[in-house]
């Protein structure tokens, strides 16, 4: 597609349960990231991949967080046992190379009952 | 920690009015820098960027200007419309790693 395809665009789960996110980034985009937006609030960084290196991983807040990218392509999240506090919305970006403009899906807002 | 920061959380403006929104930023090995623009319910669209070896570029109605010297970037909008109703986000990274985020400002345009 021409832009950064996220899904689904909303999530409704209970606590306790796993979630999984899925990411689509602009065809030939060797870098996808992952980020967390709380309302009203600025974007966290959690996950980098750039091309077949390892991702840098240092954002994630918890080891119930996790990605994972396919191909180098399609990236997924997967947020376990979630929490409350794991309600916001998850956005995904995706650029050419590492140092250039990222560009964003629309996210997936994730509510935790 | 390093942190990307904005002087104010909300600016009100009148329609063809100029906007100016401030970033300060403390990393001082930021080589790239980059504005957002985030409407409600959307993901942040790319509006602007500049690399360290700027002090300003200028795009469509766009113009942002790098100050290394006090670590300050910001953005000016020529002749603001209800359309630039948005938060706006600066955003810098060093090349190592992702990009760090302000917390945005607002931007009201009055009619």
């Known amino acids: 597609g021409a832009g950064v395809s996220q899904s689904p665009s909303n999530k409704v789960t209970e606590k306790g349960k796993d979630v999984e996110l899925r990411c689509d980034p602009i065809s030939g985009h060797t870098a996808l990231y992952w980020y967390r937006q709380s309302l009203g609030q600025g974007l966290e960084f959690l996950i980098y991949f750039q091309g077949n290196s390892a991702p840098d991983k240092s954002g994630l807040p918890s080891d119930r967080f996790s990605a994972e990218r396919t191909g180098g392509s399609v990236s997924t999240l997967t947020i376990q046992r979630t929490q409350q506090e794991d309600s916001a919305v998850y956005l995904c970006a995706s650029s050419f190379e590492g140092n250039q403009p990222q560009h964003f899906g629309d996210g997936t807002r994730l509510s935790i009952l | 920690g390093e942190s990307v920061g904005l002087h104010l959380p909300t600016l009100s403006v009148q329609e063809g009015d100029n906007s100016i929104i401030n970033c300060a930023y403390s990393n001082s090995a930021s080589d790239y820098f980059i504005w957002y623009k985030q409407e409600s319910g959307k993901g942040p669209q790319f509006i602007i960027d500049?690399?360290?070896?700027?002090d300003k570029r200028q795009g469509q109605r766009v113009t942002v200007l790098l100050n290394k010297t006090v670590k300050h970037l910001s953005l000016q909008i020529a002749a603001t419309q209800p359309g630039d109703s948005a938060v706006y986000f600066c955003a810098e990274t060093d090349g190592r790693r992702a990009l760090t985020f302000g917390s945005g400002t607002r931007l009201q345009v009055q009619p």
């Open positions: 500049i690399r360290s070896n700027m």
